[in-house]
């Protein structure tokens, strides 16, 4: 389901960008081999899944999706 680790933690961020550091290359050296194809979108979705969508749908939690602050007019 991904990399399992405790994500609101200020230090497991640098664990978090390690792993998709990893992943990313070594799904880029399948595409090198020939072993998956060379489509941006289906690497950006694999990625994608692994890293975030694959979790969120595994675990039953209700969370509510925040909005980007909005500017106030002047």
């Not at 690497?43 to 979790?55: K, M, P, R, V």
Request: charged content about 20%; some cysteine.
């Amino acid at each position: 389901i991904g990399m399992l680790t405790d994500s609101r933690s200020f230090v497991s961020y640098p664990r978090h960008e390690y792993f998709r550091r990893i992943l990313c290359d070594l799904v880029g050296g399948w595409v090198e081999q020939g072993l998956y194809p060379n489509d941006p979108q289906a690497l950006e979705t694999l990625i994608a899944n692994i890293c975030y969508y694959n979790t969120k749908r595994y675990f039953p939690f209700f969370v509510i999706e925040s909005k980007p602050p909005t500017k106030p007019e002047a």
